[in-house]
């Protein structure tokens, strides 16, 4: 069973920045894409950004030039850098990791993050 599991999270002035870390239980390598997801109160959950093996990225429209997934292969982890955070970006935040183009396969239990004005 694949576990992904999320830290980093945690209460933030607008303006600042947080790193989120998602750790896996088995190589990255091993799927075809990791990618950050987040929800809302009363909102659906909407894809943040992703990584594929081949280390190509892909962002909302909505985080483009403030947030950045990096990887540590070694480490099984993916990272997401979170600048510039504003009261909007507060929400729980999800890793996920897909092992075709489809939706994701197995997903993290969440990090909250809150961001205040």
């Known amino acids: 069973q694949v576990q992904l599991v999320e830290s980093g999270g945690g209460l933030v002035q607008a303006g600042g920045s947080l790193r989120l870390s998602c750790v896996a239980s088995?190589?990255?390598?091993?799927?075809?894409?990791m990618g950050w997801y987040r929800q809302a109160p009363g909102k659906q959950r909407e894809l943040v950004g992703s990584?594929?093996?081949?280390?190509?990225?892909n962002y909302a429209d909505f985080v483009k030039g403030r947030f950045t997934i990096s990887r540590d292969i070694a480490k099984n982890t993916v990272y997401l850098q979170m600048n510039s955070l504003q009261p909007e970006d507060t929400a729980v935040y999800y890793c996920?990791?897909?092992?075709?183009?489809?939706?994701?396969?197995?997903w993290g239990q969440g990090t909250q993050v809150t961001v205040s004005s």
């Open positions: 990584v594929t093996t081949g280390g190509s990225t």
């Open positions: 996920a990791a897909g092992t075709n183009r489809g939706p994701p396969s197995y």
């Open positions: 088995r190589s990255i390598f091993s799927f075809y894409y």
